[in-house]
């Protein structure tokens, strides 16, 4: 794949790693304030987070079994340095099961269990702890540890675990490298809708374009 190609994928990957960061700053925020920590809306914003970072996770790590696919992983990875060492939240499946098989989790609840469906930020992890020791069985929907910054959600194997201090970090870090990459190698004039002095519309470069 030439150069050409490549920088439209890096440029998808750096714009989901800087909303995904965004979202989840934006979501710390909200659960680390006593009168927003348990608002419904956040759990929203936490799962725009997620899908972005289930986007890059495909593109960086696919599953397919197209070996265009494949290819295009491994060419992605090589350019941007990112091993599964570097970035394990975003390699790994948690955050785009949350995504992807959200659907087949509520179904497998509805279908099988007579447990309590929770959704809450706890403080810390003896309040999952003592919600756990109750006689009847925990569903976690979505409940978030916060002071390990741990989110918690149920696989068809049990609960599954992202740390979204590491998610954050990992989202901040490829930012800044597919950044660096189409700083160093972006072909495109990226050009953007506007009007000129007499009103009629006209496309301008963008900002990063010009530089």
Known sequence: MDRDKISIYVEELWLNAVQGYQMLQIHRKLIESEPTRQLQNNWGILQSALNHSALISKLLNPISSSSFAQARGGILRRELTATLEA??????????NNVEHLDERLDLWAQTSDGHLVEAVLPNRSAF??????SRPVICRRIIILDELVFLSQGRSGVE??????LCEELWNLGEHAGKWMAD?????????ATDQMGAPTWVASPRSQE
């Open 87 to 96: 970035y394990p939240t975003i390699m790994g499946r948690a955050a785009r």
């Open 129 to 134: 702890d003592l919600l756990q020791s109750n």
């Open 185 to 193: 190698n972006d072909p495109w004039n990226h050009l953007h809708p």
């Open 161 to 166: 675990e992202i740390s979204l201090a590491r």
